[in-house]
């Protein structure tokens, strides 16, 4: 019942600190807005969107019912045990309880499904890690130390001189040389695939997360990190030949050869910037001397197809953080996680109608999706 005129005014509602919320608020609608670009649903036509890259990555050929990037792959899980130290590095809570269930993915680059395991140049691991209260954490991690360009424009560039020239089977030497010379950053990329050895197993393959984002402490601290998981099984290189005269699911066999002896370990090391380090930029390393930080071990257990193990249906956006880890201005983070939700969507309803992309009888082996 509202007041009579002669009554006085009710007393006014408390003040509310509506400064912080606004900030927090203004911080929610900025990385919105910074998604909604990357995914083209606002800004003007004509620029690259990330239903026009994943339109680029198929080339007019995709493989209903697989992923568009890194196609081929095996689930896997296990747990995550943080080490002492984890704990002061972010409050994270997968630092603060004694251990956390995973469930991954390991897989090669490429977006043929059916393509030869041992002849990818990169390898990658995925993992989703779920704590007691219900915050999930996933990463999305690759065998080379940084990116090979800048900015999503770069990636596409690159996309497109790599394409094979029809007449020859090879790239274009001039488009990739017009590339190199818009984005140099990429000629170390170059220099790297050319040069590291390759691994010879998932098992004993470093994984990196090349972009940066920010652990928070318990006291509202931060600082830019990059971590990685560096295995305990010992680095073999891969010789030339038994990349060449492999079966096709190699790594695969490889993998399970050796879980059926116990289980895998991979040490998750953070790698702390310094003042003037580049956080937005993941083709640029930083320094080998900046401080390392063992937070804890990684270790796999199991492996199963991917058909039919709990990996198929996840989408590995490396944008989904817990409490304690931060994202950063990077603008390939949210590049990725556009275009990783348009590849799901598109996959997940060609799969509703039963539109799966089948191996050729010459590649040999039946692929996992």
């Known amino acids: 019942m509202p007041?009579?005129?002669?009554?006085?005014?009710?007393?006014?509602?408390?003040?509310r600190p509506w400064g912080p919320w606004a900030a927090i608020a203004g911080l929610v609608l900025g990385l919105s807005l910074a998604f909604a670009w990357v995914a083209g649903w606002i800004g003007p036509a004509g620029r690259l969107t990330a239903p026009r890259l994943v339109d680029d990555i198929e080339n007019g050929k995709p493989f209903p019912g697989f992923r568009r990037a890194h196609s081929r792959g095996v689930c896997v899980a296990g747990y995550f045990e943080p080490s002492a130290e984890?704990?002061?590095?972010?409050?994270?809570?997968?630092?603060?309880?004694?251990r956390t269930p995973v469930q991954g993915r390991l897989s090669i680059g490429g977006g043929d499904p059916f393509g030869a395991e041992a002849q990818a140049r990169v390898r990658s691991l995925a993992l989703s890690l779920r704590t007691d209260d219900g915050q999930e954490w996933r990463m999305a991690m690759n065998s080379f130390p940084f990116?090979?360009?800048?900015?999503?424009?770069?990636f596409h560039a690159q996309l497109l001189a790599s394409r094979p020239d029809p007449a020859t089977g090879k790239p274009d030497p001039a488009k990739m040389a017009a590339f190199l010379e818009r984005y140099p950053e990429a000629a170390r990329f170059q220099a790297w695939a050319k040069s590291a050895p390759w691994s010879s197993s998932w098992a004993n393959t470093e994984y990196n997360g090349v972009n940066a984002f920010r652990f928070i402490d318990a006291q509202g601290r931060s600082r830019f990190v990059r971590w990685s998981m560096q295995p305990q099984a010992a680095f073999e290189a891969l010789a030339a030949t038994t990349r060449q005269d492999a079966e096709a699911d190699y790594l695969q066999r490889e993998l399970a050869q050796r879980l059926a002896q116990g289980p895998l370990r991979w040490d998750l090391v953070v790698t702390e910037a310094a003042a003037g380090d580049p956080v937005d930029d993941p083709s640029q390393p930083w320094p080998a001397s900046r401080p390392t930080h063992v937070a804890g071990t990684l270790v796999l257990e199991r492996s199963e197809p991917q058909a039919t193990g709990a990996c198929r249906d996840v989408n590995y956006d490396p944008t989904v953080v817990p409490d304690g880890v931060a994202l950063s201005d990077d603008p390939i983070l949210a590049a990725r996680a556009a275009a990783y939700s348009i590849s799901f969507n598109r996959r997940?309803?060609?799969?509703?109608?039963?539109?799966?992309?089948?191996?050729?009888?010459?590649?040999?082996?039946?692929?996992?999706?």
Do not use: C, K, N
């Open 3 to 15: 007041p009579l005129p002669d009554d006085p005014s009710p007393p006014s509602p408390p003040s």
């Open 86 to 98: 984890a704990a002061t590095l972010s409050r994270a809570r997968v630092f603060r309880q004694p």
């Open 147 to 154: 990116f090979a360009v800048a900015t999503p424009a770069g």
């Open 348 to 369: 997940e309803r060609e799969t509703a109608r039963g539109d799966i992309a089948r191996p050729a009888p010459t590649h040999g082996t039946e692929a996992t999706r």
